[in-house]
């Protein structure tokens, strides 16, 4: 287990009396998986990563990060883990190579070794082209380029991205996902929040959306949305043919079958394989097929299924 | 030691940053010089003669130490947006350094400052010895670890600059008029005098003047290290206690 949480809450002081940011989180992330956190804006988010990566001190609760009690060997969990914020962290009047050299440094890495990190990160990073610039001419996918690159500058078993991908046009956000997926090849655990569900699904091996606080659902995405309700194929007939229904509810692989003004709509668990099937046993008892189309739950369903309310609405 | 390396570490960053942009330390000369230069003949007939140097150049080093400290909050404001503190807080960094390379980079650009300043004084006909000098600028270190340090403790306790510049504003006009730096406090009224008797900073202004006078032997100016010193303990310890929030 890379991190494993108990019970982990944290409450703010607000001028309305205390407010609850995170209300009892569990959590289990493995090791060498890219891990994505999913809910609403203010739903705790951020705030449990803070809390991960000590950057607050949790009100109650247990949690081992990286290996290390969180609550009783903090320092020990820096050491062993990156983040890298929302908003970045480069200053705009040194280069990236500086900022890359100190960041190794407060580590604790001696002047030379910094040196040679520093130079294997722009490498890894592709940031050779504006490496030896001041930060402040970087566009935004470059600064975040570099913000990873100083979040993992210590090669951390671990590393925190916050919303990594927000703000960037889809070329950065493509290149992003590759840097994503290079650090869990090179071993890395990588536990990101994100507001695109469609990044969730793509890219993440496994998934905890949270809400008011708390942990609404966690597994793969695949799990998650099959778990929902399954896929729905909607078959077209012409003239609605009558015999269809009957037909098709015989089949092992339908859970649930509907009648539609022109066809039916079938539950199954697995679209991919089901349709090819649907086809061949409509076609073998002479039925013409007019159209198929195939739906598939994404997590805003999921969500919707256990809240009653849109992730994307707020998101 | 770890915290040795770690604030030398914050501290060659912050003088590399000051160093490309040197015109910030020039700037904050220049209130003082304006001063020296188009105020302090005017106490010449005030003060008695050529000694008038000897009483105000000592002040305006003072004033120069708390206006060139205390509003060092504001980049440190910058940084917190910029998220830069953030990025070394979750670093095994120590927090106390994370102060004190700060307060470090302060207390070398004030130095600095306060040579220039005594070097375009000494024309003036002010004349002082190297020894008591040395200790002059070992008071005014003091007093700007003790005010930037606060600086950035309120900094990190308020994190907005609309809050910051008015506080600032009003805390340090009294704290200024009651160190006795343009006239010593001895023309005060009897009232005024005593409220100035709680201002660590009236200490320092004594101390300096004594130093300048030649008298290292004043109680004066022991009294003002130990109560200066005593304060910037505290406010270091304070302020790092800022940086570590939320995190131990």
């Known amino acids: 287990m890379m991190i494993a949480t108990r019970g982990l809450r944290k409450s703010f002081r607000g001028r309305k009396g205390a407010v609850t940011a995170v209300a009892g989180v569990d959590l289990v992330v493995r090791d060498g998986e890219i891990f994505g956190f999913l809910g609403p804006n203010g739903a705790g988010k951020t705030t449990t990563l803070r809390l991960l990566a000590t950057l607050m001190t949790p009100d109650g609760g247990d949690a081992t990060v990286a290996g290390v009690d969180l609550r009783q060997a903090p320092g020990e969990v820096r050491r062993r883990i990156g983040y890298v914020a929302q908003d970045g962290a480069t200053w705009g009047e040194v280069t990236a190579r500086e900022e890359l050299v100190h960041q190794a440094r407060l580590y604790g890495v001696g002047r030379a070794e910094a040196r040679r990190r520093a130079d294997a990160a722009v490498r890894a990073f592709q940031l050779d082209a504006f490496a030896d610039r001041r930060c402040k001419t970087y566009s935004g996918g470059q600064r975040r380029r570099v913000d990873i690159a100083l979040g993992v500058i210590h090669q951390p078993r671990l590393v925190f991205l916050d919303e990594p991908t927000t703000g960037l046009d889809p070329q950065s956000r493509a290149h992003m996902w590759a840097e994503v997926r290079r650090m869990r090849a090179e071993g890395m655990t990588v536990f990101l929040t994100t507001h695109y569900l469609e990044e969730a699904d793509a890219l993440c091996d496994r998934v905890a959306i949270i809400d008011n606080g708390e942990i609404v659902v966690e597994g793969t995405p695949t799990d998650l949305k099959r778990e929902i309700s399954g896929e729905v194929v909607k078959v077209g007939l012409d003239g609605g043919d009558p015999r269809a229904p009957a037909l098709l509810r015989g089949e092992p692989y339908v859970r649930g079958i509907e009648p539609t003004a022109d066809g039916v709509r079938l539950y199954v668990d697995d679209g991919a394989t089901a349709m090819p099937r649907i086809m061949r046993t409509l076609d073998g008892s002479g039925i013409a097929l007019r159209s198929i189309e195939l739906h598939r739950p994404s997590l805003d369903d999921v969500f919707l299924a256990r809240t009653g309310r849109s992730l994307r609405d707020d998101a | ?248």
């Open chain 2, 1 to 248: 030691m770890k915290l040795v390396r770690d604030t030398w570490l914050v501290l060659t960053r912050q003088l590399v940053l000051m160093l490309r942009n040197p015109v910030w330390l020039f700037v904050g000369v220049l209130q003082p010089l304006y001063f020296l230069v188009l105020f302090g003949p005017l106490l010449r007939p005030v003060l008695g003669g050529a000694d008038a140097f000897t009483t105000f150049v000592p002040g305006l080093l003072v004033m120069l130490a708390q206006f060139g400290t205390l509003f060092v909050g504001f980049g440190l404001l910058a940084e917190l947006r910029a998220g830069i503190i953030e990025r070394m807080r979750v670093t095994p960094v120590s927090r106390l350094a994370l102060l004190l390379g700060r307060t470090g980079r302060d207390i070398v650009m004030l130095l600095a400052q306060a040579s220039i300043l005594v070097a375009v004084a000494i024309p003036f006909g002010l004349s002082v010895k190297a020894v008591n000098l040395l200790l002059t600028f070992v008071l005014l270190s003091l007093v700007a670890q003790l005010l930037s340090a606060v600086s950035y403790a309120i900094a990190l306790k308020l994190r907005s600059e609309d809050a910051f510049a008015p506080l600032l504003n009003a805390a340090s006009t009294p704290i200024l008029l009651l160190s006795g730096i343009f006239l010593p406090m001895t023309l005060a009224p009897a009232w005024l005098r005593h409220i100035s008797e709680w201002n660590p900073f009236s200490w320092a202004v004594q101390a300096a003047r004594a130093l300048f006078a030649g008298h290292p032997g004043d109680p004066h100016v022991w009294k003002a290290l130990v109560i200066l010193g005593g304060l910037a303990i505290a406010s270091a310890a304070w302020a790092a206690r800022s940086f570590a929030r939320g995190v131990r």
